[in-house]
């Protein structure tokens, strides 16, 4: 029979990515050998004493049982030890950090946590999906702001908190930005929690890219900043500094009771991480400092072969100080025969060139004209991509 979806479904917009992953199945199927750099999924190797402890961590037959939603507590503390450490942030294990399945999870839980209908956030325009989805999900609506970060772009919010009814509840940022790699300084998250306590709204901050940064550039984290923790949290992933993307592990760190309503939904939801990927993912966080230099590495050059093979392209690229990523303007004549769509162009691209790129405008309207691609493919793969891109686009 024919059944009627819930109408949080139905407010969802279309999932173009959902259409570039079945497009990429379906040819990878068909023999198609697809590059693709469509997505953030690394893959290079995880440091060798994190899968040494997983092997071990995995024979243990209590490893194999449920384990705490929250996180086992050595996990949340060094977590907190990692913070001190690397940012100079005080955190209780207990009641200021939680684990998450990976920090989308975390995300996700945590709109449905704070939010409901009626409720409104602040989002950036473009902005990584799960942003605006996750409000929707929760029943929430989303007001959009041209990302930026600059005092334009936080006096824009401001006019925002001030004259918008009902006033939104929760800005949502993330810095690095994912897509456009935008980064800020020291001072910005200052006059963030000076926003914060101005209008008494909440901030979610995805810092997934926070460790992996270029150039001697280092990105501060939210909760550097005085009184942060008063008015918000911030996401954090070991998917991308470590390499552990498919071991589904991340964190939640910041205000008390943000962190007691997001236990309280995962506590209701799930049973937490498999216990083994716990104790890797402590390994990780102790020894795993030398790797994440030595990856940083390895994306900066691939960073460097990319931009430049791009403008070649006449593509427009502002090399990124952050991310996993570029950002680059398409050149307008390569978008004509598309229709000036970049959702088609990648679709194209897949078909014709055998090469998967992100369509900026997936990410919301201001992404039209850019696409993003990963760096997660190596040297010799990016620069057969350029080769098939050049001989599509200037046949």
Same mark, same amino acid.
């Given at each position: 029979?024919?059944?009627?979806?819930?109408?949080?479904?139905?407010?969802?917009?279309? +999932?173009?990515? #959902?259409?570039?992953?079945?497009?990429? +199945?379906?040819?990878?199927?068909?023999?198609?050998?697809?590059?693709?750099?469509?997505?953030?999924?690394?893959?290079?190797?995880?440091?060798?004493?994190?899968?040494?402890?997983?092997?071990?961590?995995?024979?243990?037959?209590?490893?194999?049982?449920?384990? $705490?939603?929250?996180?086992? +507590?050595?996990?949340?503390?060094?977590?907190?030890?990692?913070?001190?450490?690397?940012?100079?942030?005080?955190?209780?294990?207990?009641?200021?950090?939680?684990?998450?399945?990976?920090?989308?999870?975390?995300?996700?839980?945590?709109?449905? &946590?704070?939010?409901?209908?009626?409720?409104?956030?602040?989002?950036?325009?473009?902005?990584?999906?799960?942003?605006?989805?996750?409000?929707?999900?929760?029943?929430?609506?989303?007001?959009?702001?041209?990302?930026?970060?600059?005092?334009?772009?936080?006096?824009?919010?401001?006019?925002?908190?001030?004259? =918008?009814?009902?006033?939104?509840?929760?800005?949502?940022?993330?810095?690095?930005?994912?897509?456009?790699?935008?980064?800020?300084?020291?001072?910005?998250?200052?006059?963030?929690?000076?926003?914060?306590?101005?209008?008494?709204?909440?901030?979610?901050?995805?810092? $997934?890219?926070?460790?992996?940064?270029?150039?001697?550039?280092? &990105?501060?984290?939210? =909760?550097?900043?005085?009184?942060?923790?008063?008015? #918000?949290?911030?996401?954090?992933?070991?998917?991308?500094?470590?390499?552990?993307?498919?071991?589904?592990?991340?964190?939640?760190?910041?205000?008390?009771?943000?962190?007691?309503?997001?236990?309280?939904?995962?506590?209701?939801?799930?049973?937490?991480?498999?216990?083994?990927?716990?104790? $890797?993912?402590?390994?990780?966080?102790?020894?795993?400092?030398?790797?994440?230099?030595?990856?940083?590495?390895?994306? &900066?050059?691939?960073?460097?072969?990319?931009?430049?093979?791009?403008?070649?392209?006449?593509?427009?690229?502002?090399?990124?100080?952050?991310?996993?990523?570029?950002?680059?303007?398409?050149?307008?004549?390569? =978008?004509?025969?598309?229709?000036?769509?970049?959702?088609?162009?990648?679709? &194209?691209?897949?078909?014709?060139?055998?090469?998967?790129?992100?369509?900026?405008? $997936?990410? #919301?309207?201001? #992404?039209?004209?850019?696409?993003?691609?990963?760096?997660?493919?190596?040297?010799?793969?990016?620069?057969?991509?350029?080769?098939?891109?050049?001989?599509? =686009?200037?046949?």
């Amino acid at each position: 029979m024919d059944i009627n979806v819930a109408s949080r479904i139905e407010r969802l917009p279309t +999932y173009v990515l #959902g259409q570039l992953k079945q497009l990429i +199945y379906e040819r990878r199927k068909a023999g198609a050998d697809i590059i693709d750099m469509n997505m953030g999924n690394p893959s290079d190797a995880p440091p060798d004493p994190v899968v040494d402890k997983i092997r071990e961590a995995v024979t243990d037959p209590r490893n194999s049982r449920y384990s $705490a939603s929250a996180g086992v +507590y050595n996990l949340r503390r060094d977590m907190a030890r990692k913070y001190e450490r690397k940012w100079g942030v005080e955190l209780d294990p207990d009641t200021e950090v939680i684990a998450t399945i990976g920090s989308k999870e975390g995300f996700s839980h945590m709109c449905l &946590a704070i939010m409901g209908p009626g409720d409104c956030a602040v989002v950036t325009d473009p902005a990584f999906q799960i942003h605006t989805t996750a409000v929707i999900l929760a029943g929430g609506s989303v007001f959009l702001v041209p990302v930026g970060n600059d005092e334009a772009f936080l006096a824009r919010i401001d006019d925002v908190l001030k004259h =918008l009814q009902p006033k939104p509840k929760v800005i949502i940022l993330c810095y690095p930005n994912n897509p456009t790699t935008m980064t800020v300084d020291d001072t910005f998250f200052a006059k963030v929690v000076d926003l914060a306590a101005k209008h008494q709204v909440m901030i979610l901050h995805d810092f $997934a890219y926070g460790e992996t940064c270029f150039d001697n550039y280092k &990105a501060p984290s939210y =909760l550097q900043a005085p009184g942060a923790k008063e008015y #918000g949290v911030e996401f954090t992933t070991l998917s991308k500094p470590y390499n552990m993307a498919g071991w589904r592990i991340g964190f939640c760190c910041g205000h008390p009771q943000m962190i007691k309503a997001l236990s309280t939904v995962k506590g209701y939801y799930d049973y937490g991480i498999f216990q083994a990927v716990q104790i $890797a993912a402590i390994v990780a966080m102790r020894e795993g400092d030398k790797h994440i230099e030595q990856q940083n590495r390895v994306y &900066a050059q691939r960073r460097e072969l990319l931009c430049k093979s791009l403008r070649k392209l006449g593509w427009q690229v502002d090399t990124p100080k952050a991310s996993m990523f570029v950002w680059a303007k398409v050149n307008p004549k390569h =978008l004509i025969p598309y229709n000036g769509s970049t959702n088609d162009f990648c679709l &194209a691209m897949v078909d014709q060139a055998e090469v998967a790129l992100t369509p900026g405008a $997936a990410f #919301g309207d201001l #992404g039209e004209g850019y696409v993003r691609m990963a760096l997660v493919e190596n040297d010799q793969r990016i620069r057969q991509a350029i080769r098939q891109l050049t001989r599509v =686009l200037n046949n």
